[in-house]
């Protein structure tokens, strides 16, 4: 149908401001969710990808509100299901590059079986998670992902509702590529996405975001400035896993196989330090696992392999039969089966 | 004859001296019903093919239960086929069985109600032992009864172990040998009607093509059912019903869903775009998802979802990006889809969603029929959102029904409800083959000038919006469930563009009127009774009224294809006549409608037994409203 409407994409040069809607950005003033439209309308030019074969689809939510703001195609769907809106689409038009913008309560509560299904399936979509802690346009109820004893509008005496954690649950999914970045962290915000654009199938990245109204300072233990170095592991592929302000310390495995933090020339050297590798599925769960008060929190990709995407799969499964069965015949098919003729 | 024919006699066999009687009939209802794991559908489905090829009309009635495998030889295990063929034009599978083949006790209790006096009872006696007998809670044997023997013209035959007979030597277990027992009385049957069996052995082989042990087995036992009514006196006539005067031309037989499913697939293949199906399994809609998951090499693409929900996004997503998109499902998974049903109708995409009915609420009767989800076809969604509802009358008629959901999703640019049944999704009819070329046209034409595009401008006359799709140079633009602009499509909290989005929309949907032909009368213009129906209770209705019409009677029909928007000269149909009677599988819904809509009044038949109605019940009520003393 498209694939002949559609020129052959070229690198075009574009900027910026030309993936910048004509609509006002409505978030609070303060919200991570401005740093992360920002590092994103930057990324597009880069992917020499034409505004028109862009699709942003969202679904309810403070994050859902982006696709308005960007200047693709788009769709702001229901609350939770954006991925299944983003699959039929990619199924059936896999030339398009297509995005999918989430929450915590969209993504993981309310749409938490379209999330590991399509995660599972490994169609080829870029799914942006914005985890905040909190349902931010309801007005503050605990999520998912909120901690336990988090008190709330919905919670006054502290939640008794277990958390979990997005990375895992996209790794026990199936994604073939897991990441996490954080709003304030731009560079690394840009980098991760880009790594996320470039690889085929379901890219999953988690962002860490600020909501400084409901959930003000919810990963200040790992943004703030004084802290960080130490709270953050920054995983980069055939790098060690150090981290610090002076880079002294780094992760081993220890003899019951479990992770522990070292400091460089003092308790072992750099050849002990686990070499990051995201093909490397153990380490993958390991490194999803590293969370505060021992170990600092990872960001970065966890698990980044290949795996034939559903929407080619399907494709490539059509073009079988049609090479096999040849274009169906519809006067056949009607008069197909036993038929007789009444004169 | 055959040698393995022989054999099959048995003792109490001898060769035929007197030939049967040949007794010419109008129309036959047989009914076979056994236990579910008795092949009573296969025996059924066969019967039917070898009735299609000699030209009869024929309506069928598979009825099954819900379990799989309910406990072997229990009541609520029992499952049942019910054909009627005729010489003439018929448009139900019959009210009562004539004749009824009961494979085992439970079967027996659960049917024999239905057999009208003096048919023809053929029991399977090696069913009847005590276990078989305590299972079905008879304390006695049933069939030793003088008062049945003296009701019913009652055959005992022992299927089981003739069965056995023919197989004896073939190396066949016992469990295979025991399966093969329906093809003996499907033999019976044939040899009792004249049907031929070529190609119903033609078909076994195809069907047992990797165990030809078990394709010949089974055509063992079919031509010994047969002989059996050959050679044996236990038959003393045979029946013959000639083919009906169909209209001319070429037929097949089909069911709703499979006509549905090649509607779906025609539609795809005279707007040339894609078909993109998304759906959940959910009986008895599963059928469809089937049929169209193997036509990949017609344009066709299929999803099968996580969910319900699933479903429906995904064909939303696939209609924003150009294709005609479905999801099938029943009235609890379509339940799950409304709030994605009020998000397309924001969107104003091209959408069909095909709800098989079945018998609610909540999981309700699976298996069984009913018309009971029209008010939430028609009004169960948040806000103002009206849709297109319409509805097929005739396993056949899914074709076209099918195909003109989406002629109005596309040319409207609207979701589209498509109501049909389990009665009509199973039941199967003989279906003069349409030419795919004398269907008015679905044009799809996707807009690609960006000179003044507003996604929301709208066609002057269907008040369309224009279907972009993204790959469009110059047209980028977003669109969402929030209210919109009525023009540029933007998001817009503005009071009084939200009034004039809301009417609009349901003016567009207003608007599918114009598509709606005059309506037919069966019958005279005006009269005293009309009978006014939808869905798949056409058959029974249309039977009853020509019956009451021979008569004598002023009764007409009027049959709606539109539930929503209603034709525009319905109205005025309505008031040409004394009494309006609405025969519906529901406590009364398109009578809620009627009401409110004509202020008129309507006398309400209803049924809500998970069956269809018997032409009867309809004839009887009609007769009570014409014999009522007029105010």
Same mark, same amino acid.
């Given at each position: 149908?498209?694939?002949?409407?559609?020129?052959?994409?070229?690198?075009?040069?574009?900027?910026?401001?030309?993936?910048?809607?004509?609509?006002?950005?409505?978030?609070?003033?303060?919200?991570?969710?401005?740093?992360?439209?920002?590092?994103?309308?930057?990324?597009?030019?880069?992917?020499?990808?034409?505004?028109?074969?862009?699709?942003?689809?969202?679904?309810?939510?403070?994050?859902?509100?982006?696709?308005?703001?960007?200047?693709?195609?788009?769709?702001?769907?229901?609350?939770?299901?954006?991925?299944?809106?983003?699959?039929?689409?990619?199924?059936?038009?896999?030339?398009?590059?297509?995005?999918?913008?989430?929450?915590? &309560?969209?993504?993981?509560?309310? &749409?938490?079986?379209?999330?590991?299904?399509?995660?599972?399936?490994?169609?080829?979509?870029?799914?942006?998670?914005?985890?905040?802690?909190?349902?931010?346009?309801?007005?503050?109820?605990?999520?998912?992902?909120?901690?336990?004893?988090?008190?709330?509008?919905?919670?006054?005496? &502290?939640?008794?509702?277990?958390?979990?954690?997005?990375?895992?649950?996209?790794?026990?999914?199936?994604?073939?590529?897991?990441?996490?970045?954080?709003?304030?962290?731009?560079?690394?915000?840009?980098?991760?996405?880009?790594?996320?654009?470039?690889?085929?199938?379901?890219?999953?990245?988690?962002?860490?975001?600020?909501?400084?109204?409901?959930?003000?300072?919810?990963?200040?233990?790992?943004?703030?400035?004084?802290?960080?170095?130490?709270?953050?592991?920054?995983?980069?592929?055939?790098?060690?896993?150090?981290?610090?302000?002076?880079?002294?310390?780094?992760?081993?495995?220890?003899?019951?196989?479990?992770?522990?933090?070292?400091?460089?020339?003092?308790?072992?050297?750099?050849?002990?330090?686990?070499?990051?590798?995201?093909?490397?599925?153990?380490?993958?769960?390991?490194?999803?696992?590293?969370?505060?008060?021992?170990?600092?929190?990872?960001?970065?990709?966890?698990?980044?392999?290949?795996?034939?995407?559903?929407?080619?799969?399907?494709?490539?499964?059509?073009?079988?039969?049609?090479?096999?069965?040849?274009?169906?015949?519809?006067?056949?098919?009607?008069?197909?089966?036993?038929?007789?003729?009444?004169? | 004859?055959?040698?393995?024919?022989?054999?099959?006699?048995?003792?109490?066999?001898?060769?035929?001296?007197?030939?049967?009687?040949?007794?010419?009939?109008?129309?036959?209802?047989?009914?076979?019903?056994?236990?579910?794991?008795?092949?009573?559908?296969?025996?059924?489905?066969?019967?039917?093919?070898?009735?299609?090829?000699?030209?009869?009309?024929?309506?069928?009635?598979?009825?099954?239960?819900?379990?799989?495998?309910?406990?072997?030889?229990?009541?609520?295990?029992?499952?049942?086929?019910?054909?009627?063929?005729?010489?003439?034009?018929?448009?139900?599978?019959?009210?009562?069985?004539?004749?009824?083949?009961?494979?085992?006790?439970?079967?027996? @209790?659960?049917?024999?109600?239905?057999?009208?006096?003096?048919?023809?009872?053929?029991?399977?006696?090696?069913?009847?032992?005590?276990?078989?007998?305590?299972?079905?809670?008879?304390?006695?044997?049933?069939?030793?009864?003088?008062?049945?023997?003296?009701?019913?013209?009652?055959?005992?035959?022992?299927?089981?172990?003739?069965?056995?007979?023919?197989?004896?030597?073939?190396?066949?277990?016992?469990?295979?040998?025991?399966?093969?027992?329906?093809?003996?009385?499907?033999?019976?049957?044939?040899?009792?009607?004249?049907?031929?069996?070529?190609?119903?052995?033609?078909? !076994?082989?195809?069907?047992?093509?990797?165990?030809?042990?078990?394709?010949?087995?089974?055509?063992?036992?079919? @031509?010994?059912?047969?002989?059996?009514?050959?050679?044996?006196?236990?038959?003393?006539?045979?029946?013959?019903?000639?083919?009906?005067?169909?209209?001319?031309?070429?037929?097949?037989?089909?069911?709703?869903?499979?006509?549905?499913?090649?509607?779906?697939?025609?539609?795809?293949?005279?707007?040339?775009?894609?078909?993109?199906?998304?759906?959940?399994?959910?009986?008895?809609?599963?059928?469809?998802?089937?049929?169209?998951?193997?036509?990949?090499?017609?344009?066709?693409?299929?999803?099968?979802?996580?969910?319900?929900?699933?479903?429906?996004?995904?064909?939303?997503? #696939?209609?924003?990006?150009?294709?005609?998109?479905?999801?099938?499902?029943?009235?609890?998974?379509?339940?799950?889809?409304?709030?994605?049903?009020?998000?397309?109708?924001?969107?104003?995409?091209?959408?069909?969603?095909?709800?098989?009915?079945?018998?609610?609420?909540?999981?309700?009767?699976?298996?069984?029929?009913?018309?009971?989800?029209?008010?939430?076809?028609?009004?169960?969604?948040?806000?103002?959102?009206?849709?297109?509802?319409?509805?097929?009358?005739?396993?056949?008629?899914?074709?076209?029904?099918?195909?003109?959901?989406?002629?109005?999703?596309?040319?409207?640019?609207?979701?589209?409800?498509?109501?049909?049944?389990?009665?009509?999704?199973?039941?199967?009819?003989?279906?003069?083959?349409?030419?795919?070329?004398?269907?008015?046209?679905?044009?799809?034409?996707?807009?690609?000038?960006?000179?003044?595009?507003?996604?929301?401008?709208?066609?002057?006359?269907?008040?369309?919006?224009?279907?972009?799709?993204?790959?469009?140079?110059?047209?980028?633009?977003?669109?969402?469930?929030?209210?919109?602009?009525?023009?540029?499509?933007?998001?817009?909290?503005?009071?009084?563009?939200?009034?004039?989005?809301?009417?609009?929309?349901?003016? @567009?949907?207003?608007?599918?009127?114009?598509?709606?032909?005059?309506?037919?009368?069966?019958?005279?213009?005006?009269?005293?009774?009309?009978?006014?129906?939808?869905?798949?209770?056409?058959?029974?209705?249309?039977?009853?009224?020509?019956?009451?019409?021979?008569?004598?009677?002023?009764?007409?029909?009027?049959? !709606?294809?539109?539930?929503?928007?209603?034709?525009?000269?319905?109205?005025?149909?309505?008031?040409?006549?004394?009494?309006?009677?609405?025969?519906?599988?529901?406590?009364?819904?398109?009578?809620?409608?009627?009401?409110?809509?004509?202020?008129?009044?309507?006398?309400?038949?209803?049924?809500?037994?998970?069956?269809?109605?018997?032409? #009867?019940?309809?004839?009887? @009520?009609?007769?009570?409203?014409?014999?009522?003393?007029? #105010?």
């Amino acid at each position: 149908m498209s694939a002949d409407l559609i020129p052959v994409s070229q690198k075009q040069a574009l900027t910026k401001k030309d993936f910048q809607s004509d609509q006002d950005v409505r978030w609070c003033p303060g919200c991570g969710d401005y740093a992360i439209l920002a590092q994103v309308q930057k990324l597009m030019p880069e992917l020499g990808i034409p505004r028109h074969d862009i699709v942003f689809i969202s679904g309810i939510g403070c994050s859902s509100r982006f696709p308005y703001y960007m200047n693709t195609y788009g769709m702001h769907s229901i609350h939770g299901r954006a991925p299944a809106f983003a699959t039929g689409l990619k199924a059936s038009r896999p030339e398009l590059s297509v995005w999918v913008v989430t929450g915590d &309560g969209d993504g993981l509560s309310i &749409g938490g079986n379209h999330m590991i299904h399509t995660l599972r399936r490994n169609v080829d979509l870029k799914i942006l998670l914005f985890n905040n802690r909190i349902y931010g346009l309801t007005k503050g109820q605990y999520s998912p992902t909120s901690e336990l004893g988090k008190k709330t509008k919905s919670t006054p005496y &502290g939640s008794v509702d277990a958390p979990f954690s997005p990375a895992q649950l996209a790794l026990g999914a199936g994604s073939t590529f897991v990441a996490r970045s954080v709003d304030v962290e731009p560079p690394h915000l840009l980098s991760t996405l880009r790594a996320a654009a470039t690889h085929k199938g379901s890219a999953f990245v988690e962002i860490y975001q600020n909501c400084n109204v409901f959930n003000d300072g919810a990963y200040s233990y790992m943004t703030e400035k004084a802290v960080k170095a130490d709270a953050q592991l920054v995983l980069e592929p055939g790098k060690p896993l150090v981290f610090g302000k002076a880079k002294d310390k780094a992760i081993r495995m220890n003899a019951k196989l479990q992770p522990e933090v070292f400091t460089l020339g003092k308790d072992g050297d750099l050849s002990q330090a686990i070499v990051h590798d995201p093909t490397n599925e153990t380490l993958a769960w390991m490194l999803a696992h590293l969370a505060p008060p021992h170990f600092p929190t990872p960001i970065g990709v966890f698990r980044s392999v290949e795996r034939p995407a559903y929407d080619a799969l399907m494709n490539d499964q059509e073009k079988d039969v049609l090479a096999k069965k040849g274009k169906g015949d519809l006067q056949k098919l009607l008069n197909a089966g036993e038929t007789w003729v009444v004169k | 004859m055959e040698s393995t024919a022989q054999k099959t006699l048995g003792d109490d066999s001898h060769l035929r001296v007197v030939p049967p009687t040949v007794e010419e009939l109008d129309t036959v209802t047989v009914r076979f019903c056994g236990d579910s794991g008795d092949g009573m559908q296969l025996t059924g489905t066969e019967f039917t093919k070898s009735t299609a090829i000699l030209g009869n009309d024929l309506a069928t009635f598979p009825d099954y239960p819900a379990e799989i495998r309910a406990p072997a030889g229990t009541l609520p295990g029992v499952s049942g086929f019910q054909i009627q063929f005729s010489s003439h034009d018929i448009y139900t599978p019959g009210d009562a069985p004539d004749v009824l083949v009961a494979m085992n006790p439970a079967a027996l @209790k659960t049917n024999l109600p239905d057999l009208l006096p003096g048919g023809i009872l053929v029991v399977n006696t090696g069913a009847f032992n005590e276990t078989n007998l305590q299972k079905a809670g008879y304390a006695k044997n049933p069939i030793d009864d003088e008062q049945l023997q003296a009701k019913y013209r009652l055959f005992k035959v022992d299927i089981t172990k003739l069965t056995e007979l023919s197989l004896e030597g073939s190396g066949l277990g016992s469990k295979e040998i025991a399966r093969s027992k329906n093809m003996f009385a499907l033999g019976m049957m044939c040899w009792m009607y004249g049907r031929p069996m070529d190609n119903i052995i033609d078909g !076994l082989r195809q069907k047992f093509t990797k165990k030809p042990e078990i394709a010949e087995a089974n055509v063992q036992v079919l @031509k010994a059912g047969f002989n059996y009514g050959e050679t044996t006196e236990a038959f003393s006539h045979k029946y013959e019903v000639k083919p009906a005067r169909l209209a001319p031309g070429k037929y097949r037989n089909v069911t709703g869903n499979q006509a549905a499913a090649l509607g779906f697939v025609t539609a795809a293949a005279r707007s040339g775009v894609r078909l993109f199906l998304g759906s959940y399994p959910i009986t008895p809609a599963s059928d469809i998802l089937h049929e169209l998951s193997s036509y990949k090499n017609y344009g066709v693409m299929t999803f099968q979802a996580e969910d319900e929900i699933a479903g429906i996004a995904s064909a939303i997503g #696939a209609s924003f990006g150009g294709s005609l998109a479905l999801t099938t499902s029943s009235g609890p998974g379509v339940a799950l889809k409304t709030e994605a049903m009020g998000l397309a109708l924001m969107l104003e995409l091209p959408l069909v969603i095909c709800n098989v009915q079945r018998g609610g609420p909540s999981t309700g009767l699976p298996t069984k029929t009913e018309q009971a989800d029209l008010l939430q076809a028609v009004y169960g969604r948040n806000g103002e959102s009206p849709i297109p509802v319409l509805a097929s009358s005739t396993p056949g008629d899914c074709f076209e029904a099918a195909y003109e959901a989406f002629r109005i999703a596309v040319k409207y640019m609207t979701p589209v409800l498509y109501l049909t049944d389990g009665y009509l999704a199973n039941g199967s009819e003989p279906w003069l083959i349409p030419d795919p070329a004398k269907l008015p046209p679905i044009t799809v034409k996707y807009r690609t000038d960006p000179e003044g595009f507003h996604a929301y401008q709208r066609d002057p006359k269907t008040l369309a919006r224009p279907w972009v799709i993204p790959g469009t140079p110059g047209m980028e633009h977003r669109v969402g469930g929030l209210e919109k602009d009525s023009l540029t499509g933007n998001v817009s909290y503005d009071p009084q563009n939200h009034e004039k989005m809301i009417r609009t929309r349901a003016e @567009k949907v207003a608007r599918v009127a114009d598509e709606i032909p005059p309506t037919q009368i069966f019958g005279e213009p005006s009269g005293d009774v009309l009978v006014l129906g939808w869905g798949g209770t056409y058959g029974a209705l249309h039977q009853a009224v020509e019956s009451l019409q021979k008569r004598g009677k002023k009764v007409s029909q009027v049959h !709606l294809r539109w539930l929503n928007p209603l034709p525009k000269d319905l109205g005025e149909v309505i008031r040409r006549f004394q009494t309006v009677l609405v025969p519906e599988l529901n406590l009364g819904q398109l009578s809620k409608i009627l009401r409110s809509t004509y202020l008129v009044d309507c006398v309400t038949l209803n049924k809500i037994q998970g069956k269809p109605f018997k032409v #009867a019940e309809i004839v009887a @009520k009609v007769n009570e409203l014409l014999e009522r003393p007029r #105010a």
